[in-house]
């Protein structure tokens, strides 16, 4: 185990200054997250265009380093993608933090590979990889709208 | 008391955890076991088992009276009048639920009120709840006070009447607050009121004395007094088990069983329905001498003089914010640090082999008053020293420098 793999600046810095917290103007896709073991809650809000291209994202709630810098550098990323392309990048994400060694899709360019790949020191803490795969099933839910509240219990 | 020596009575701590030597601060969740425990449940499947209850043989008489044998020192060991009045259950939990399930369904019609308090986990909550829905019963809680206390006033300005039940921990698995239970049980009762007292953490801590305390009903725990998982006990003054209908149909707790209709079993066979969690029943007792061995007034002042120590400690550590200042405290101190969340202080500490519990710990109602999500708790048993509390500072320490913070 290594906690420096884990706590990486890039974590630290997105834990402490999230970016994106705060809550959309007119949002039109919302979905909230919970993971009732530790109390963990996330708000994602999203607007889509109607290209269904995002035009913006946001997130608000309160967690651990992992769970906020997991959710901030994900709005990072997904902002200004098509839905079809934000489906992709959530799948590619889980499928690493899950198993896979890196990350396949073609979306995203080297820099955001990189920075989102800071996150897999997870994969050494499995109690942990809830935090950081919470605001990204709550980003699905969202696009999807297929619950009303989705909690790590059910994903 | 030589804490070197009861720690040499507890196998976990003879090996290495992840190239650790393992400082357990989490026995408010579950307590660690003494050898004399484990090696019991071995003996017992190796060399004793029957089912116990049933059949003439040999074996099912000794494991009878084995089983039996724990439920007298039970008794002993909690003072309470009768052997009849400890009942076994799976746990605290169950318990609880026992009571609230046949006490709603004999006593509760809609309208009345359950008092509890803000300071209950969740097992002494949920089973309620069930009530507000079947019932359509109220629950009212009783407040925690600055301190992280509840006091015979809050209780008291809590009880109308309607109340009709309260039910109340002993010692707060968050704030660590120990409650005045004779003094609310005394005011309850001059009102006609029976009392609930969950003793997950007030029973391996505290003098325990069921005559005097003279609650209803008192709810343990036996894995979190150094016992096995899977039994727990429910004491309950004898007139209530007789007036309270069963809780579960089965085996064991019947009388006669015909087409027309069934009689059940006398105390304490008709709450313990099915084959009972026989070797850990057995192997508790083991517990209770463990405890008896050592002396609850040595363990309860060596926990004082703990909790005193991390209290002082920690307090010097500028970014610590313990929860709560309850007067009377127990092995318990739940703290925040500044900057850094409890689930990140958790991981990083463990990685110095030092296990504390971070999150609600089933006080989701207690979180939210206090506003916080989650909090970091260290809690003691009879094995931890001076020097767990110092690595325990140590470790966070090195969290804020992991954090960068000072």
Same mark, same amino acid.
């Given at each position: 185990?290594?906690?420096?793999?884990?706590?990486?600046?890039?974590?630290?810095?997105?834990?402490?200054?999230?970016?994106?917290?705060?809550?959309?103007?007119?949002?039109? %896709? #919302?979905?909230?997250?919970? $993971?009732? /073991?530790?109390? @963990?809650?996330?708000?994602?809000?999203?607007? =889509?265009?109607?290209? +269904?291209?995002?035009?913006?994202?946001?997130?608000?709630?309160?967690?651990?380093?992992?769970?906020?810098?997991?959710?901030?550098?994900?709005?990072?990323?997904?902002?200004?993608?098509?839905?079809?392309?934000?489906?992709?990048?959530?799948?590619?994400?889980?499928?690493?933090?899950?198993? %896979? #060694?890196?990350?396949?899709? $073609?979306? /995203?360019?080297? @820099?955001?590979?990189?920075?989102?790949?800071? =996150?897999?020191?997870? +994969?050494?803490?499995?109690?942990?990889?809830?935090?950081?795969?919470?605001?990204?099933?709550?980003?699905?839910?969202?696009?999807?709208?297929?619950?009303?509240?989705?909690?790590?219990?059910?994903? | 008391?030589?804490?070197?020596?009861?720690?040499?009575?507890?196998?976990?701590?003879?090996?290495?955890?992840?190239?650790?030597?393992?400082?357990?601060?989490?026995?408010?969740?579950?307590?660690?076991?003494?050898?004399?425990?484990?090696?019991?449940?071995?003996?017992?499947?190796?060399?004793?088992?029957?089912?116990?209850?049933?059949?003439?043989?040999?074996?099912?008489?000794?494991?009878?009276?084995?089983?039996?044998?724990?439920?007298?020192?039970?008794?002993?060991?909690?003072?309470?009048?009768?052997?009849?009045?400890?009942?076994?259950?799976?746990?605290?939990?169950?318990?609880?639920?026992?009571?609230?399930?046949?006490?709603?369904?004999?006593?509760?019609?809609?309208?009345?009120?359950?008092?509890?308090?803000?300071?209950?986990?969740?097992?002494?909550?949920?089973?309620?709840?069930?009530?507000?829905?079947?019932?359509?019963?109220?629950?009212?809680?009783?407040?925690?006070?600055?301190?992280?206390?509840?006091?015979?006033?809050?209780?008291?300005?809590?009880?109308?009447?309607?109340?009709?039940?309260?039910?109340?921990?002993?010692?707060?698995?968050?704030?660590?607050?120990?409650?005045?239970?004779?003094?609310?049980?005394?005011?309850?009762?001059?009102?006609?009121?029976?009392?609930?007292?969950?003793?997950?953490?007030?029973?391996?801590?505290?003098?325990?004395?069921?005559?005097?305390?003279?609650?209803?009903?008192?709810?343990?725990?036996?894995?979190?007094?150094?016992?096995?998982?899977?039994?727990?006990?429910?004491?309950?003054?004898?007139?209530?088990?007789?007036?309270?209908?069963?809780?579960?149909?089965?085996?064991?707790?019947?009388?006669?069983?015909?087409?027309?209709?069934?009689?059940?079993?006398?105390?304490?066979?008709?709450?313990?329905?099915?084959?009972?969690?026989?070797?850990?029943?057995?192997?508790?007792?083991?517990?209770?001498?463990?405890?008896?061995?050592?002396?609850?007034?040595?363990?309860?002042?060596?926990?004082?003089?703990?909790?005193?120590?991390?209290?002082?400690?920690?307090?010097?550590?500028?970014?610590?914010?313990?929860?709560?200042?309850?007067?009377?405290?127990?092995?318990?101190?739940?703290?925040?640090?500044?900057?850094?969340?409890?689930?990140?202080?958790?991981?990083?500490?463990?990685?110095?082999?030092?296990?504390?519990?971070?999150?609600?710990?089933?006080?989701?109602?207690?979180?939210?008053?206090?506003?916080?999500?989650?909090?970091?708790?260290?809690?003691?048993?009879?094995?931890?020293?001076?020097?767990?509390?110092?690595?325990?500072?140590?470790?966070?320490?090195?969290?804020?420098?992991?954090?960068?913070?000072?």
């Amino acid at each position: 185990m290594n906690l420096k793999e884990l706590y990486q600046e890039i974590i630290l810095d997105h834990g402490k200054n999230p970016r994106n917290l705060r809550r959309t103007e007119n949002f039109n %896709k #919302d979905a909230k997250g919970h $993971n009732p /073991l530790c109390g @963990d809650k996330v708000h994602v809000y999203l607007k =889509l265009n109607e290209n +269904k291209k995002v035009e913006d994202i946001s997130f608000e709630g309160q967690g651990c380093a992992i769970s906020m810098a997991s959710a901030s550098i994900m709005t990072d990323l997904v902002k200004g993608k098509e839905e079809f392309e934000v489906k992709e990048i959530v799948n590619d994400f889980l499928d690493m933090i899950k198993e %896979k #060694d890196q990350l396949n899709s $073609n979306i /995203l360019n080297e @820099d955001d590979k990189t920075k989102l790949m800071c =996150l897999s020191g997870v +994969k050494q803490y499995p109690m942990r990889v809830k935090c950081a795969t919470l605001s990204w099933h709550t980003l699905t839910t969202a696009i999807e709208k297929s619950q009303e509240e989705i909690n790590t219990e059910s994903v | 008391m030589n804490i070197e020596n009861i720690k040499k009575e507890f196998p976990i701590f003879d090996d290495k955890i992840q190239n650790n030597d393992l400082v357990y601060l989490d026995s408010a969740n579950s307590a660690q076991k003494p050898k004399m425990v484990v090696d019991r449940i071995y003996d017992f499947y190796t060399k004793e088992f029957s089912n116990v209850g049933r059949s003439v043989h040999y074996l099912a008489v000794a494991a009878t009276n084995l089983y039996e044998n724990t439920r007298s020192s039970v008794q002993k060991y909690i003072n309470a009048k009768d052997r009849n009045e400890i009942v076994f259950t799976k746990g605290a939990t169950e318990a609880i639920n026992l009571v609230a399930n046949t006490f709603g369904q004999k006593y509760l019609k809609e309208g009345d009120e359950v008092l509890i308090t803000e300071l209950e986990h969740h097992s002494n909550y949920v089973p309620w709840h069930f009530l507000r829905k079947s019932k359509k019963i109220n629950i009212e809680f009783a407040e925690v006070n600055d301190d992280g206390e509840v006091t015979l006033e809050s209780i008291e300005k809590k009880i109308t009447n309607k109340t009709k039940i309260i039910g109340i921990t002993h010692l707060s698995n968050v704030t660590g607050a120990i409650l005045p239970v004779k003094e609310i049980v005394s005011l309850a009762h001059s009102k006609g009121i029976p009392v609930m007292v969950d003793g997950c953490q007030g029973a391996p801590h505290l003098k325990l004395d069921m005559q005097d305390l003279d609650c209803d009903f008192y709810a343990i725990s036996g894995h979190k007094m150094y016992g096995p998982t899977g039994i727990g006990i429910l004491y309950a003054k004898k007139q209530w088990l007789e007036e309270l209908p069963p809780y579960q149909g089965g085996g064991g707790m019947i009388g006669e069983v015909k087409k027309k209709g069934i009689s059940y079993g006398n105390l304490p066979n008709k709450y313990e329905a099915g084959t009972m969690a026989t070797a850990q029943v057995i192997a508790f007792n083991e517990s209770i001498k463990f405890l008896e061995k050592i002396g609850i007034e040595n363990i309860e002042k060596h926990e004082k003089d703990l909790l005193n120590y991390a209290i002082q400690v920690l307090k010097k550590n500028n970014s610590i914010n313990i929860i709560g200042n309850p007067k009377k405290k127990g092995g318990v101190i739940s703290f925040t640090v500044e900057g850094i969340h409890p689930h990140d202080l958790a991981t990083i500490l463990d990685e110095d082999g030092v296990a504390i519990r971070a999150g609600h710990h089933c006080c989701q109602i207690l979180h939210d008053k206090l506003g916080l999500s989650a909090t970091a708790r260290a809690s003691f048993g009879v094995y931890n020293s001076k020097d767990d509390i110092d690595q325990l500072n140590e470790s966070l320490n090195k969290c804020k420098k992991i954090f960068n913070l000072k």
